[in-house]
Nanobody
Framework: QVQLVESGGGLVQAGGSLRLSCAASGRTLSNYAMGWFRQAPGKEREFVAAISRSGGRLYHADSVEGRFTISRDNAKNTVYLQMNSLSPEDTAVYYC????????????????????WGQGTQVTVSS
């Protein structure tokens, strides 16, 4: 069992930046591929970014490509999401998730692939 706790959300003006963190406990994070998802009011949860166990492979949704960057520090058991050039359309609750992975270079974009989820952190971007 792994527990995930997100932090770093808040209110920011359009064009600003935030860095979200996802701290894991209970298990070594290097055993898991990690992902970030978000859910805006009235919308379904959507994929944002994913990273392999080793950190060697990354993937970002088209909607955030070039603005957001996922990274991880396995020594700190933490995954990050650096968000730049934020727009009101990025307003959502952001969730990190962990997926049991047999391959150190695999990542996953589907929410069904993830076994553990954090409670979420609110990001609000004002215009």
């Amino acid at each position: 069992q792994v527990q995930l706790v997100e932090s770093g959300g808040g209110l920011v003006q359009a064009g600003g930046s935030l860095r979200l963190s996802c701290a894991a406990s209970g298990r070594t994070l290097s055993n898991y591929a990690m992902g970030w998802f978000r859910q805006a009011p009235g919308k379904e949860r959507e994929f944002v970014a994913a990273i392999s166990r080793s950190g060697g492979r990354l993937y970002h949704a088209d909607s955030v490509e070039g603005r957001f960057t996922i990274s991880r520090d396995n020594a700190k058991n933490t995954v990050y999401l650096q968000m730049n050039s934020l727009s009101p359309e990025d307003t959502a609750v952001y969730y990190c998730a962990a997926a049991t992975s047999s391959g150190s270079y695999l990542y996953y974009t589907g929410s069904g692939s993830y076994n553990y989820w954090g409670q979420g952190t609110q990001v609000t971007v004002s215009s």
